[in-house]
Nanobody, 118 residues
Framework: VQLQAFGGGLVQAGGSLRLSCTAS????????MLWYRQPPGKRREWVAS???????NYADSVKGRFIISRDNAKNTVHLQMNSLKPEDTAAYYC?????????????WGQGTQVTVSS
């Protein structure tokens, strides 16, 4: 599985951005999809996730502002980011995760930079 993330950019505080991540291959439907981010000088942190069945979870820091969704027909996961804050500035990464009897399988896309100006 290869993941391609895009949609980052520069936005003013209070604005919105929509990130997308497209997966190659025909097994996209089997994977939970997640977004992580890594602020400058900090560790990578989990942002949001969506299961194959569409159940979603969010980090407290983005709950109520970000929405994760998936389009299985297009092998794509989206992250709609609203009411952006300067502290949302980070490189955002998409992740495909699958739990197997042999252990977890993870694939990562390259990061897409989001910069929120105050």
């Amino acid at each position: 599985v290869q993941l391609q993330a895009f949609g980052g950019g520069l936005v003013q505080a209070g604005g919105s951005l929509r990130l997308s991540c497209t997966a190659s291959g025909s097994i996209f439907n089997s994977y939970s999809m997640l977004w992580y981010r890594q602020p400058p000088g900090k560790r990578r942190e989990w942002v949001a996730s969506i299961t194959t069945g569409g159940s979603t979870n969010y980090a407290d820091s983005v709950k109520g502002r970000f929405i994760i969704s998936r389009d299985n027909a297009k092998n794509t996961v989206h992250l709609q980011m609203n009411s952006l804050k300067p502290e949302d500035t980070a490189a955002y990464y998409c992740n495909a995760a699958l739990a197997t009897l042999r252990g977890p399988i993870n694939y990562w896309g390259q990061g897409t930079q989001v910069t929120v100006s105050s």
